[in-house]
């Protein structure tokens, strides 16, 4: 779970002993209250069951982004050609975007760092980032 571009609606909780984001206090809600094993003293089984890894930015924190990609099979047939490209302009092989061009960057989870800080450096970060502007981000 991170959180949206509506900043200032941001979450930030400790759910099952992690600290976690949240776009707003309905995500909030839905992670922490209504996908439990039991809701309103009634046992909820199947919810929160989703398919396929929850916080997949956790499984790859730290990592290269070229390899991140390459593995997730983001790639074109080629084997270095991204297959998302930040344009349209799809006829000039100069103009893609490569594995070269990600590589050497390393991804970081916010949960993983979020985690790692101690509680005055998180609310810290926290109230520096919903009072960010969206427009200062290059």
């Known amino acids: 779970m991170v959180p949206c571009l509506i900043r ?50 956790t499984l790859h924190h730290d990592r290269d982004l070229a390899d991140i990609i390459t593995e997730l099979g ?7 050609t991204l297959i998302g490209q930040p344009h349209l302009q799809l006829d000039d092989p100069k103009k893609l975007w490569t594995l070269d061009h990600m590589k050497g960057i390393q991804f970081m989870s916010p949960n993983v760092l979020l985690n790692q800080m101690s509680d005055a450096e998180r609310e810290s970060h926290i109230a520096d980032y919903r009072l960010n502007d969206m427009s200062k981000i290059a």
């Not at 309905?26 to 396929?52: I, K, Q, S």
Request: aromatic share 14%; net charge negative; charged share 35%.
């Open 8 to 57: 200032e609606d941001t979450v930030c909780e400790k759910v099952d002993g992690q600290w976690k984001t949240y776009c707003s206090e309905t995500c909030h809600w839905t992670d922490a209250v209504a996908f439990r094993p039991e809701y309103e003293g009634r046992e909820t089984p199947n919810m929160g069951r989703l398919t396929g890894f929850r916080e997949w930015e």
């Open 74 to 80: 983001y790639v074109r047939d080629d084997g270095k």
